[in-house]
């Protein structure tokens, strides 16, 4: 089994940065995706942005040009850099990491982002 500890999260002003970690307790050998979601109390968990094998990225249209995903592969630790942080985003963030076999979750890290 595989577990994933997000952290970075805390209270930002509105136009701020945050960078999230996850870190995975161990290597994870032919993972499909790599990615980042997010839950506010009144929304469905919600996909932020992707990873794939290839380093090709996929990010959500209301995200773009203002996050980015990345992985430092040596440390086993998945990354959401964020800028330009407003309300909206406000929400517990999760990363995932998706394989042929297993979909793994972390317990979630609180971003707050006030006005």
């Known amino acids: 089994q595989v577990q994933l500890v997000e952290s970075g999260g805390g209270l930002v002003q509105s136009g701020g940065s945050l960078r999230l970690s996850c870190a995975a307790s161990?290597?994870?050998?032919?993972?499909?995706?790599m990615a980042w979601y997010r839950q506010s109390p009144e929304k469905t968990r919600e996909l932020v942005a992707r990873?794939?094998?290839?380093?090709?990225?996929d990010y959500v249209d209301f995200i773009k040009g203002r996050f980015t995903i990345s992985r430092d592969s040596g440390k086993n630790e998945l990354y959401l850099q964020m800028n330009n942080l407003n309300p909206g985003d406000t929400a517990v963030y999760y990363c995932n990491i998706y394989t042929a076999a297993d979909d793994f979750w972390g317990q979630g890290t609180q971003v707050t982002v006030s006005t």
């Open positions: 161990r290597e994870i050998i032919g993972w499909l995706t």
């Open positions: 990873l794939f094998p290839s380093g090709s990225t």
